[in-house]
């Protein structure tokens, strides 16, 4: 994932630590559902108050297609998740 602008990395890291680890957390990507995510998404706008323009950012934080991937479940997201729960684990 290349950042397009200076405020691209901050963003992306609150939609990934506030949003995608707060309800997936430890998931498998693999295993979750795609009407799970759906109904996740539509929460996010009903439950949360996100705008909409902001649910469709979160929904589009995944790989382009034909983007190498170390195995079947590795996306950039999963990647700066794991990299971000790594650091919160060493600032415990």
């Given at each position: 994932?290349?950042?397009?602008?200076?405020?691209?990395?901050?963003?992306v890291?609150?939609?990934?630590?506030?949003?995608?680890?707060?309800?997936?957390?430890?998931?498998?990507?693999e295993?979750?559902?795609?009407?799970?995510?759906?109904?996740?998404?539509?929460?996010?706008h009903?439950?949360?108050?996100?705008?909409?323009t902001?649910?469709?950012?979160?929904?589009?934080?995944r790989?382009q297609?034909?983007?190498?991937?170390?195995?079947?479940?590795?996306?950039?997201?999963?990647?700066?998740?794991?990299?971000?729960?790594?650091?919160?684990?060493?600032?415990?």
């Amino acid at each position: 994932m290349s950042p397009k602008s200076a405020n691209t990395v901050p963003i992306v890291e609150h939609y990934v630590r506030d949003y995608l680890i707060e309800r997936f957390g430890e998931q498998i990507a693999e295993d979750i559902k795609p009407l799970n995510i759906q109904k996740w998404l539509k929460s996010l706008h009903e439950a949360n108050g996100l705008a909409w323009t902001v649910v469709s950012e979160i929904r589009g934080l995944r790989p382009q297609d034909g983007q190498a991937r170390r195995g079947a479940t590795e996306t950039a997201c999963g990647r700066r998740a794991r990299e971000l729960r790594r650091k919160q684990r060493e600032n415990v």
